[in-house]
């Protein structure tokens, strides 16, 4: 029913910033949920932030302040904005669009900071 597609990730230098991006196909994108999360090897999944259809965000405690989710539901696209980058969030991020019964998932993409 959804398909979701990341993009923009690569590699960084610490401080640095980089912007994802996930694209959404289907129908009905501004009834999701739409969150990003990451995962590095040997470790859980984690929540990194989220957005509602009405623009209300939450972010894990490690990221607030430095990055920013957001959303155009005219375009189908859920970004990530990333700033001051630190070589723990090296992981492969994914996009992740959510309902109350149901959730969709992304490929991944991968984000390296290393100096």
């Known amino acids: 029913q959804v398909q979701l597609v990341e993009s923009g990730g690569g590699l960084v230098q610490p401080g640095g910033s980089l912007r994802l991006s996930c694209a959404a196909s289907?129908?009905?994108?501004?009834?999701?949920?739409m969150g990003w999360y990451r995962q590095a090897p040997g470790k859980q999944r984690e929540l990194v932030a989220t957005?509602?259809?009405?623009?209300?965000?939450n972010y894990a405690a490690s990221v607030k302040g430095r990055f920013t989710i957001s959303r155009d539901n005219a375009k189908n696209t859920v970004y990530l904005q990333m700033n001051s980058l630190k070589p723990e969030d090296t992981a492969v991020f994914y996009c992740n669009a959510a309902t109350l019964w149901t959730a969709y998932w992304g490929q991944g993409t991968q984000v390296t900071v290393s100096s």
């Open positions: 957005i509602t259809s009405g623009g209300i965000t």
């Open positions: 289907g129908s009905n994108f501004s009834r999701y949920v």
